[in-house]
């Protein structure tokens, strides 16, 4: 079975570079989430997506931003990234109206 | 705002052993439950969830969580494990069935020894 997809899996950047993490989600999947996962932490909500419109939002920093397209992908862009920025970044997407999100394997994001 | 408490960072146990893996979570009207896992280097898998209905869920593949709605608690039971369990463990909670962000406790890591 599909699964979401995610890449790059893993990214190296330098301070005050920009990133762009991208998502695909399950087919007919509508819902896009993403979560940050700093080393040694829990994931923690960023954004959501629910048909292209941003349904909800969590801890995301002003230099981040997020859309998802028509296609239903979704792009994390991150800007003047710092060092505090790499974690392992997690892509989740779920069907409108069920209640499982499933996950993808992450994007490793390494600020330098 | 929902949040989860794991009260164990790590659980060492021997293969064959029985296991619990506590969470506690913040009293809401509602309450939607769910534990993950997370095999080194992967991403996080349903492992089960309460939504309603029976306190008592169970997954594939031999684990099982009860809902306590008096004590707050959702935790994980396996009376045996194997080596293959080791991996993270990640109580989580939403504020609704569908389409809500996840809010997820620290983490329990449990390492399965032979």
């Not at chain 1, 979560?35 to 048909?51: R, V």
Request: aromatic share 12%; net charge negative; charged share 20%.
């Amino acid at each position: 079975a599909a699964g979401v997809i995610q890449s790059p899996r893993h990214l190296i950047k330098e301070k005050r570079e920009t990133a762009t993490l991208k998502c695909y989600p399950i087919p007919r999947h509508d819902t896009v989430y993403w979560y940050q996962q700093g080393p040694g932490q829990d994931p923690q909500f960023l954004i959501s997506f629910y048909e292209k419109m941003q349904s909800d939002k969590g801890s995301i920093p002003d230099r981040f931003s997020a859309q998802q397209f028509s296609d239903y992908h979704s792009e994390l862009n991150m800007s003047s990234l710092e060092l505090g920025d790499s974690a392992l970044y997690f892509c989740a997407s779920s069907e409108g109206g069920t209640d499982i999100q499933y996950f993808g394997a992450g994007t490793r994001l390494s600020v330098l | 705002a929902q949040s989860v408490t794991q009260l164990d960072s790590q659980v060492p146990v021997f293969e064959e052993a029985p296991v619990e893996l506590r969470c506690n979570y913040s009293s809401s009207v509602s309450v939607y439950l769910f534990w993950y896992v997370q095999y080194p280097n992967q991403g996080l898998q349903l492992l089960l969830k309460y939504l309603s209905g029976s306190t008592l869920v169970e997954s594939i593949n031999g684990f099982e969580a009860e809902f306590n709605k008096s004590q707050t608690s959702f935790h994980l039971r396996k009376p045996s494990v194997h080596i293959s369990d080791t991996a993270e463990y990640f109580c989580a909670v939403s504020d609704g069935p569908c389409g809500n962000k996840l809010v997820f406790g620290a983490g329990t890591i449990l390492r399965v020894k032979s």
